[in-house]
């Protein structure tokens, strides 16, 4: 298997389109068919887009060899969640919760651990 067709492989099953896909790695759809399609060769800087953006295995994007994707624990999964919430510039509620989170001192927190606690008993 070539890397355009692991990249093709690998943008289907995330179900993104090329537009979305490329996207996500700030270039266009076109250069994204271009690899995925053999006419343009996988650069280096684009592997390490891919698999920064998308957490797959280095190995896998190269050789075919290992994973697909790299297990990530708890703690990094937060914050590529987090991450990817404060990079969409729409105001949605996600992004206002998460952004007010990142401004609460000591104190608004030991305030929000009473209120969810109490929460929970109820």
Same mark, same amino acid.
């Given at each position: ?25 700030? %270039?266009?759809? =076109? ?11 996988? =650069? ?11 957490? %797959? ?10 994973? %697909? ?54």
């Amino acid at each position: 298997m070539t890397h355009g067709e692991r990249i093709r492989m690998l943008r289907k099953e995330m179900n993104m389109t090329l537009e979305k896909f490329g996207e996500r790695l700030g %270039v266009g759809k =076109t250069a994204i068919s271009n690899i995925e399609n053999g006419s343009r060769n996988l =650069t280096d800087q684009m592997s390490k887009s891919i698999c920064r953006e998308f957490n %797959v295995n280095e190995e896998w994007l190269r050789t075919g060899n290992g994973e %697909v994707f790299i297990d990530l624990d708890k703690e990094n999964q937060l914050m590529i969640w987090a991450a990817d919430i404060l990079k969409d510039e729409s105001d949605t509620y996600k992004r206002r919760f998460i952004k007010m989170l990142m401004e609460l001192n000591e104190s608004d927190w030991e305030t929000l651990e009473k209120i969810t606690t109490h929460l929970h008993k109820s």
